[in-house]
């Protein structure tokens, strides 16, 4: 566990000095993340311009098991950032190796926490693992709407397909 202060680079949120507390937990201990999760899903259905509301397509539930199973064929990377003084979840990246090929499968920076830099203190560190564990190939999916898509660009991501589909 390591701690980190936001205004280390001069940044504020609300004129308020942060202390954050970077920590990695295994996919059993993923519970904490529910409430954080769910907030990323009523984001995703506020930017989707064609399906709202389609969030979150499967159950936490679910999602772990399908966790659970990829694991067994690969490796996870989950890391939170805890607002030290409140113990809140304040952002957490998912990441996840199979064979030769990366991906991030969750970044999330709560509302009240974005653009101070977060986002690319959790995508770094993800990079850092992929690159540690010789991955180059790395994708990420974004929802459609999503303003995220120039923050990945700016990380070096790029669109490679769109994927389209029918309204149920």
């Known amino acids: 566990?390591?701690?980190?202060?936001?205004?280390?680079?001069?940044?504020?949120?609300?004129?308020?000095?942060?202390?954050?507390?970077?920590?990695?937990?295994?996919?059993?201990?993923?519970?904490?993340?529910?409430?954080?999760?769910?907030?990323?899903?009523?984001?995703h259905n506020s930017k989707s311009e064609y399906f709202s509301g389609?969030?979150?397509?499967?159950?936490?539930?679910?999602?772990?098991e399908v966790y659970r199973k990829?694991?067994?064929?690969?490796?996870?990377?989950?890391e939170?950032?805890?607002?030290?003084?409140?113990?809140n979840i304040i952002g957490f990246c998912i990441a996840y190796i199979k064979r030769i090929c990366g991906k991030?499968?969750?970044l999330f920076v709560d509302e009240q926490y974005r653009r101070n830099g977060l986002g690319v203190k959790?995508?770094?560190?993800?990079?850092?693992?992929?690159?540690?564990?010789?991955?180059?190939?790395?994708e990420l999916t974004v929802?459609?709407?999503n303003e995220a898509v120039s923050f990945y660009q700016k990380l070096g991501f790029y669109p490679r397909s769109i994927i389209m589909t029918t309204k149920p």
């Open 122 to 138: 959790l995508m770094s560190s993800a990079m850092e693992w992929f690159g540690e564990n010789h991955i180059n190939d790395i």
């Open 1 to 43: 566990m390591s701690k980190n202060v936001i205004n280390e680079d001069e940044k504020y949120l609300g004129g308020i000095s942060v202390e954050i507390i970077s920590k990695q937990i295994p996919i059993e201990k993923m519970e904490i993340l529910r409430e954080a999760l769910d907030k990323l899903h009523k984001y």
């Open 143 to 145: 929802v459609y709407g």
């Open 70 to 78: 990829n694991a067994k064929l690969g490796k996870y990377r989950i």
């Open 80 to 87: 939170l950032l805890i607002d030290a003084k409140t113990n």
């Open 104 to 106: 991030v499968e969750v």
């Open 54 to 64: 389609d969030y979150p397509r499967i159950t936490f539930e679910e999602r772990l």
